[in-house]
């Protein structure tokens, strides 16, 4: 009786593990789009099990689909974004959640400026090299030093 | 003047003390952490190594590799690059650097970032006097009032230890307060105020003078040669702000108009001459020696060809206020006039991304007046770059 109770438990542990994997979270290379659209909302949000806090972005696009942006690590994103601004993303649409389309982006070009985010098979390329530092420029300019 | 070996090795031990807690760290750091390598190659030829009316010329080549070991808000890295020039051989130079980067989420769009980091700074034999040291801390915060509003504040303390050559010895204190407001028509207007502080602590000066003896004196005749050595301090607050306007044009350019202005609060105070290797110190910091106007414009672009371009115009109109004009000797022209410099600038560049790999190739034109005449020069640089993500 108590081997049928612990297996019991076990099965449906194992169920609401498997319930936690989001299904929308791998790059799928045969669904990449590229969208172009104004800024609605952005922020952090925990992501993988929340184990991991992703930046976010949501757009309007021209053709008027809602889409939600799974962008980068936080730290990633040196853009100074708004509500309002026009985007371009190229990435992977894996579907639907909610009422949004959701991306995974793959590039993001934001007023001449392109950050690359992923590899063609949807590796992330997000390195240390090249995030913000709010306001102090990189941590070290390669190429550059103090002659030129 | 030159410090004891011992100080030297001291220093080299707090590097290593330093890179192997951040290894113990990374080595614990436990799931969720990634393991990247960057190696890289720069190219570099200039036709002003100095940037001084000598009009040096040279080609440079400079290798590395970064090592990243990061998280979703943690990335411990280490840095390692040299460079080599191909005529002046005894610039060349090694760099070490170590840290880590905290990253914190303050709610849903806020962001907290600290930064610890030590590196070293070694050259070859003929100037190993100038290896140096520093240790530095950045902490910054970025903060959304509104979705259109946007607040960034930081400060960075840097230290700088130069192994023989206690003059060079500083500290440098930054600190600025932005704003960034986004309207509908897709103009950023940015406004930013700052105050940075540069701190000699030791600059030493020798003066040599003819000592006469009378005759007989402690057994010694004539004249003597005396040295003497006094300490003394240097500190150079300035003030800056910044005002910047950008515009999107469709969704893949942008125009920057950007005016800035810079002021010492230190009246009339004359810096010393530390010219002997005026170059290395002053170059890095040059923008704590001037008052003046900064005017630029640029234009960015991801339009063509997947290529991300951009160009820009600078002019800069500088006051080198306590810095008097030299002639080619060295010697201050009399009665002793302040440098001033107008400088025109032009740069473009252009980049590429293969994927994991990426391409850089960037261009500068310089044209610098000054009523001294050892800085009335021009420069053109161009230099390349290539590095992987593995």
């Known amino acids: 009786m108590m081997r049928r109770f612990l297996i019991i438990i076990l099965i449906f542990f194992n169920l609401t593990l498997f319930a936690e994997v989001n299904k929308f979270h791998f790059y799928d290379i045969k669904k990449v789009r590229t969208v172009e659209g104004k ?41 100074d974004i ?66 030129e | 003047m030159v ?7 001291g220093r080299g031990g707090a590097f290593l003390l330093f890179f192997f807690f951040i290894l113990s760290v990374v080595t614990f750091a436990g799931d969720g952490f990634k393991l990247q390598l960057f190696p890289y190659v720069d190219t570099i030829y200039t036709n002003n190594v100095y940037w001084d009316s000598t009009q040096v010329s040279d080609r440079i080549i400079s290798p590395g590799v970064e090592v990243d070991y990061s998280s979703s808000n943690l990335n411990f890295y280490f840095d390692a690059t040299g460079r080599f020039y191909t005529e002046n051989n005894f610039l060349n130079s090694y760099f070490l650097s170590s840290g880590f980067e905290f990253y914190k989420a303050l709610g849903g769009r806020d962001l907290l970032y600290i930064t610890p980091n030590i590196s070293i700074n070694t050259f ?14 950045t902490i910054g915060l970025k903060k959304y009032l509104t979705k259109s509003f946007l607040i960034k504040t930081g400060i960075k303390g840097i230290n700088k230890d130069y192994s023989s050559y ?37 600059i030493i000066e020798t003066q040599q003078y003819i000592q006469v003896f009378p005759i007989g004196r402690r057994g010694r005749n004539g004249t003597e040669m005396i040295t003497e050595e006094s300490s003394y301090t240097l500190s150079l607050p300035i003030f800056y702000s910044t005002l910047r306007l950008a515009q999107s044009v469709g969704t893949l350019t942008g125009l920057v108009l950007e005016y800035s202005y810079r002021k010492k609060l230190v009246e009339d105070k004359v810096i010393p001459d530390m010219s002997e290797d005026e170059w290395i110190l002053t170059k890095m910091n040059d923008d704590f020696f001037w008052d003046g106007s900064r005017y630029s414009i640029a234009l960015k672009s991801t339009k063509f060809f997947g290529l991300t371009t951009a160009v820009e ?24 006039e302040y440098r001033k410099d107008t400088m025109y600038q032009g740069t473009f560049s252009i980049m590429k991304s293969f994927g994991r790999l990426n391409v850089y190739l960037k261009g500068i034109y310089r044209d610098n007046s000054s009523n001294d005449d050892f800085f009335d020069y021009n420069l053109f640089t161009i230099m390349g770059g290539i590095d992987y993500n593995f």
Request: net charge positive; with cysteine.
């Open chain 1, 39 to 79: 800024i609605t909302d952005f922020r952090i949000e925990k992501v993988y099990k929340r184990r991991s806090s992703f930046f976010f972005i949501y757009i309007d696009s021209k053709d008027g689909e809602k889409i939600k942006i799974e962008v980068c690590p936080q730290w990633y994103f040196s853009q």
């Open chain 1, 82 to 147: 708004a509500k309002g601004m026009k985007i371009r993303v190229k990435g992977s649409d894996i579907g639907e959640e909610e009422k949004y389309r959701y991306l995974i982006a793959k590039e993001i070009e934001v007023r001449g400026d392109k950050l690359i985010l992923r590899d063609k098979f949807g590796f992330p390329l997000w390195r240390g090299k090249n995030p913000h530092k709010i306001g102090f420029g990189n941590r070290k300019r390669r190429g550059r030093g103090g002659k």
């Open chain 2, 3 to 9: 410090k004891m070996d011992t100080i030297k090795k």
């Open chain 2, 124 to 137: 070859n034999s003929e100037l190993s006097y100038l290896d140096n040291m520093e240790e530095g801390l």
């Open chain 2, 166 to 202: 206690d003059s060079y010895d500083h500290f440098k204190f930054s600190s600025f307060l932005q704003l960034n407001k986004f309207f509908k028509t897709q103009i950023t207007l940015r406004g930013t105020v700052g105050f940075n502080y540069l701190y000699f602590p030791h």
């Open chain 2, 313 to 336: 115009f600078s002019y800069f109109s500088k006051l080198y206020e306590g810095i008097f004009i030299r002639d080619l000797v060295g010697e201050i022209i009399q009665p002793g």
